[in-house]
Structures are given as structure tokens and as C-alpha cells.
């Protein structure tokens, strides 16, 4: 505990007593300083004991002391501590009284008790509660520390909370809790997200004062030692943190650090493992690829897991990389299931990743990105169909493919499943097929379009009918025999047989194309 001004008058050496404001004297203090400025607050920075003579005071004016002692008062001074026996015999009355009224710490200081004793006293009983807090500081960092050994980071947590008699809640990289202390944290810690975001905004380290409005002060440190933020650790207490609590503030930090932030060589060296296993796989060797794994990763390779290719929207030097973020966001979903992945960068614009099908990072993988435009995602992703080691070349090109739709289409993710389950139709929304199929109607439309017939509804109804004649007329209203010259024009016009199937197929195809995936 700090020096209070209590602590101060049961100082035997001293000798101080109390003559006003007995119910303030809990209050602590941050030094004691000597000053006979009749007004000494510009100088003074609160939380100290003002030491006088009352050498230029006038302290025996009623107005003037009640408007020094509200003054000393407002600007945070604890108390007053009077010389007796300088120039005053006692406390003068109006000092007294203007002390009373405002309830205002007034000490007696006998003539025997140099100010220089006061200040001495006060630094020392400083300089001890600093030792106090430092001893106190390293003997929780060694418990935090066993904590951490013993038990990784939620003991931590557990520790932290019960060190600063407050609440302390543990975040990944995405910013999804995932340890706190005690158990009701989690929703308290579940509504940071926005002082989150801002943190996550910085390069770590870095700290903020959470905004959001509650019975606590909250605390926010960011974990990680390169620009990239791995994770933060809020801190919650009904006051500001001391020195010791500080202390175990920091230690936790350091620790929390260590857990969540691994060595490069170490990602290296896992990225080159993940690398080989999946060259493994893609060249058709699944038992090498297990063997190679080993237990590194789990089932995975032994239940049925989905390929998936990412890729930058667009290219350029974006302030925060797509891919590496997006890596981090799966691996924290894994981290959270208790499920393991393979991510490894294919190149410097392309990311791979095999996960289980099922899983925490299929799901999450789907629910943030399904619905996104690839522009505001910042990635295109590809997702193959649910697959087993011996087919993973194909799952491979059921990504690509569905990569490709993806990009094609303006979306941030495409599933394979998606492509197969639906229509073909929808693949030809491309520019290339569009020009193909108006250069190949073209002349069509221009026939129609002088009056002489109509040609393109024809040719679409026939063709819809499987060339049935009575069919297809009956649809356009007219005889077969006038459709049966329709069609010949239509050949004429094109320079195309319709007994040709591939014909038939191209021409279906374009009308399809320029009525649009949901024409007719």
C-alpha cells in the first residue's frame, strides 16, 4: 500500500496531529512538497501534502484561506500539513475553519519535525510499496510462468484474474474469445469486438482503453512481436491497475505471447511438411503422404477432406495480404475445434489448404465468405467436393475449376458441389461465349429484324420440341410446312446443316447464351 495520511500521523517520529478533515485521512500520497506560493497549484500535480509556514500568507483572513483551501482542494491536494511555531504560534482560526467546512486534511506539524523528516518519510514509504509491488510482480510472473508450463494459456487467464481481482478474457487472431476467467467473461469479453477491430488496426504491441460503457475499466494489450497482431488479452477491474498488478499484466503478456506467436523456422519447417505431404498426395502416393505425416496431422488424411484454392481478387500491394490473413482465420477456426489443416502457400498469389470435411474450417470458411462479393472479400476461393487421399489430383482440379467460376462470376467463394448439382447455363456467362453466340445469331436477327419472318423464335422452338415439326409449329401458332421453311432459311442464312447434332448443340447453346441463364 502507499503512504496515506494516516500512515503519515502514526509516524512516531513525526509527531503530527490532525485538526481537520479526520475522514479523508485514507486518502493516499503521492509526495509531500513545500511551497508559500499564496497560490501554489499551477506547480503542483495532485495527490501531494502541501507543507507551510504561512510565510506570505494571509492566513489569519477568513475569504483568502477559504479560498486557498478550496483551491488546494480542487486541484487534488490531499492535505495541508501547518508549521507550528514559525510564524504562527498555532493554526490560525481561519484556516481551521475553512478546512472544517470543507472537510479538507489539515495537519499539525510541530516545530521539532523538519518538513525535510515529512518528505523523507513519504519517499520511503514510496520507495517500499515500489519494492513491495516489484517483489510481489516477479513472485506472479514465476506463478504465471509454472501456470503456463503446466497447464498452457487458460491457467493463464485464471491466474491473471485472480492476481488483479478482475476478470481477464484471452483472443485468437480472429478475434473469437478463447479463454477467460471467471466464467461469466466470456459475454463480457464477447462485446469488444469494435475496440478489437481498432487494435487489431495496429502494429503489435499496442494497447487501448476499451469504449465500451460498463461497471468495469477494461483493458486491451495485443499479442505478437512482428507487425501482424496474433492475438490480445483484455483485462477488466473495477479501478486502474497498480504497479503490482501491472506487473502481472505484462508477465502474462510475455507469456501469452510466447504461446500464440511461433518461431519462424518452425512455420517454415511445418509449411515445407505440409508442402510434401500434399505433392505427396497429388501425385497419386497417399501411403508415402501418411507416412511422411506421421501423427503431425491427426485423422486428416484418413477421413474425407475438401481441397481448397485461394487467390487475391486482385492483384496489387494491399496494406493487409489477403492470404496470409485468410490462412490465419482457418487456423485459428482449427485451433478453436481441435482440428488440424494443411496450408501451404502454392506460390506468392495462390494459398492451398486441406482441411476435414465437416469441419470447423469448412464451416467457417463457407459462413464468411459464401455470400461475398470477391472485391469486398479481398480473396477468390475455390472448394472442391468431399474427397479421400487416393483422389486428390481430381479434388485438386475441382478447385481450379471452381476457382475459375468464382473469379469469373465476381464471387469470393465457389463449391465444386455447387457447379455439378446446378445448370450448365450458368458457366456461360463468360464475354468470350457471349461474342460467339451473337456472331452466331447475328445474321438471324438481322433477318428478323426486316420483317420477313421470324426466325430465332422459330429455330428456338424447334429445337426445344427435339425438331418435332407438328410440335414446335403448334408452340409458334403457324403450319408445319411454313416452319419446315423457316428452318430452310435458317440454314441458308447460317450456312449450316440442322441434321448436324454438334449444330444443333452450338445453336441451342447461343440462344441460351443471349437469352440470359434464365431465358427461355
Known amino acids: ?104 486534511p489539515l495537519l499539525a506539524v510541530p516545530r521539532r519535525t ?149 518461431s519462424r523456422s518452425l512455420q517454415h519447417a511445418e509449411q515445407r511438411l505440409g508442402a510434401a505431404v500434399l505433392r505427396m498426395l497429388l501425385s497419386g502416393e497417399p501411403d508415402h503422404a501418411r507416412a511422411v505425416a506421421s501423427d503431425l496431422y491427426g485423422t486428416l488424411l ?46 506468392d498469389s495462390r494459398l492451398v489448404v486441406l482441411a476435414a470435411d465437416g469441419g470447423a474450417v469448412v464451416a467457417d470458411c463457407i459462413a464468411r465468405y459464401s455470400a461475398q462479393d470477391a472485391d469486398d472479400a479481398g480473396v477468390v476461393i475455390g472448394l472442391s467436393a468431399p474427397t479421400g487421399p487416393i483422389a486428390a489430383a481430381g479434388a485438386y482440379k475441382q478447385s481450379e475449376q471452381a476457382l475459375s467460376v468464382a473469379r469469373r462470376r465476381g464471387r469470393a467463394l465457389v463449391e465444386h458441389e455447387d457447379l455439378a448439382a446446378g445448370s450448365i447455363v450458368p458457366l456461360l456467362a463468360d464475354e468470350a461465349v457471349r461474342a460467339f453466340a451473337d456472331g452466331t445469331l447475328r445474321p438471324l436477327y438481322a433477318h428478323d429484324a426486316t420483317g420477313r419472318g421470324d426466325l430465332v423464335a422459330s429455330l428456338r422452338a424447334w429445337l426445344s420440341r427435339h425438331g418435332q415439326w407438328d410440335a414446335a409449329a403448334a408452340d409458334l401458332g403457324v403450319h408445319r410446312h411454313t416452319l419446315r421453311y423457316r428452318m430452310r432459311r435458317v440454314e441458308e442464312i447460317l450456312g449450316r446443316s440442322l441434321d448436324d447434332p454438334d449444330v444443333r448443340m452450338e445453336l441451342w447453346l447461343a440462344l441460351k447464351t443471349t437469352a440470359g441463364p434464365t431465358g427461355d
Open 114 to 262: 523538519p518538513f525535510l523528516a515529512i518528505s523523507k518519510a513519504v519517499s520511503a514509504a514510496i520507495a517500499a510499496d515500489q519494492y513491495r509491488a516489484v517483489t510481489a510482480g516477479f513472485e506472479v510472473q514465476r506463478e504465471l510462468t509454472r501456470a503456463a508450463l503446466a497447464d498452457g494459456p487458460n491457467a493463464v487467464v485464471a491466474r491473471l484474474a485472480a492476481h488483479v481481482n478482475g476478470w481477464a478474457a484471452l483472443y485468437d487472431a480472429s478475434g473469437a474469445v478463447v479463454a477467460a476467467s471467471p466464467e461469466w467473461a466470456v459475454r463480457r469479453a464477447g462485446r469488444l469486438t469494435a475496440d478489437l477491430e481498432r487494435l487489431r488496426e495496429r502494429s503489435a504491441p499496442a494497447s487501448t482503453i476499451a469504449a465500451d460503457t460498463g461497471d468495469d475499466r477494461v483493458e486491451l494489450q495485443s499479442l505478437g512481436t512482428g507487425r501482424r497482431v496474433r492475438g490480445a488479452l483484455a483485462v477488466g477491474t473495477a479501478a486502474a491497475l497498480g504497479t503490482a498488478e501491472r506487473y502481472a499484466v505484462h508477465s502474462a503478456i510475455a507469456l501469452l505471447t510466447l504461446s500464440t506467436e511461433r
Open 302 to 347: 484418413d477421413a474425407p477432406f475438401r481441397l481448397l484454392l485461394a487467390e487475391p481478387s486482385s492483384p496489387g500491394d494491399d496494406a493487409e495480404p489477403p492470404l496470409p490473413a485468410l490462412a490465419e482465420a482457418l487456423d485459428a477456426a482449427a485451433s478453436r475445434a481441435g482440428e488440424t489443416l494443411i496450408a501451404v502457400p502454392d506460390s
Open 1 to 104: 500500500m502507499p503512504p496515506t495520511l494516516a500512515s503519515l500521523v502514526q509516524h512516531s517520529a513525526l509527531k503530527l496531529t490532525v485538526r481537520a478533515g479526520e475522514e479523508r485521512l485514507d486518502t493516499p500520497v503521492r509526495w509531500a512538497h513545500v511551497s508559500e506560493l499564496a497560490d501554489p497549484v499551477p506547480y503542483l500535480d495532485g495527490g501531494e501534502l502541501l507543507l507551510v509556514t504561512a510565510m506570505t500568507l494571509d492566513a489569519q483572513d477568513p475569504d483568502t484561506m477559504r479560498r486557498y483551501v478550496r483551491r488546494l482542494d480542487a486541484a487534488g491536494v490531499v492535505g495541508l500539513g501547518f508549521a507550528i511555531g514559525v510564524f504562527y504560534d498555532d493554526i490560525p482560526d481561519a484556516l481551521l475553519d475553512a478546512a472544517r467546512d470543507e472537510g479538507f
